[in-house]
C-alpha cells in the first residue's frame, strides 16, 4: 500500500507560482506512474498532468499545458508540480494520485490517492 501526502498549496495572485509536492511512504514511487488531479467547488475531479514509472513521459491537460511542469525525485520518493502563469480557474483542491496505467486520464483509473492540498487564486 501507498500512503501520499501532498504539500505547498496556498493562495496566490494570479500570474503566480507554486509548487506543489506530493511525498510517498509505504512504497517506491517509481514504481508507479503518478498523476495530478484537481477538484474545484461544484465540479468533478480532473486530470491535470502525469509522470511515467521512469520519469522519462509526461502529460498534461490542454488547460495547463505549458504552464504547469511535472517531475519525479526518486531519491526524495516525491513528484512536483511547478505551476507558473497561475489563473483564478486553477483554483481547487489538487491531489495527486498513483497508477499502474501510463497515461491515465480518468480519476478511476488510479488506485491511491493523496488527501489533497488547496490552491487559491485570486484574480
Known amino acids: 500500500q501507498v500512503q501520499l501526502v501532498e504539500s505547498g498549496g496556498g493562495l496566490v495572485q494570479a500570474g503566480g507560482s507554486l509548487s506543489l509536492s506530493c511525498a510517498a511512504s509505504?512504497?517506491?514511487?517509481?514504481?508507479?506512474?503518478v498523476g495530478w488531479f484537481r477538484q474545484a467547488p461544484g465540479k468533478q475531479r480532473e486530470f491535470v498532468s502525469a509522470?511515467?514509472?521512469?520519469?522519462?513521459?509526461?502529460h498534461y491537460s490542454d488547460s495547463v499545458k505549458g504552464r504547469f511542469t511535472i517531475s519525479g525525485d526518486n531519491a526524495k520518493n516525491t513528484v512536483s508540480l511547478q505551476m507558473n502563469t497561475l489563473r483564478a480557474e486553477d483554483t481547487g483542491v489538487y491531489y495527486c494520485?498513483?497508477?499502474?496505467?501510463?497515461?491515465?486520464?480518468?480519476?478511476?483509473?488510479?488506485?491511491?490517492w493523496g488527501q489533497g492540498t488547496q490552491v487559491t487564486v485570486s484574480s
Open positions: 509505504g512504497r517506491t514511487l517509481s514504481n508507479y506512474a
Open positions: 509522470i511515467s514509472w521512469n520519469g522519462f513521459d509526461t
Open positions: 494520485a498513483t497508477t499502474n496505467i501510463f497515461p491515465a486520464l480518468r480519476a478511476q483509473g488510479y488506485n491511491y
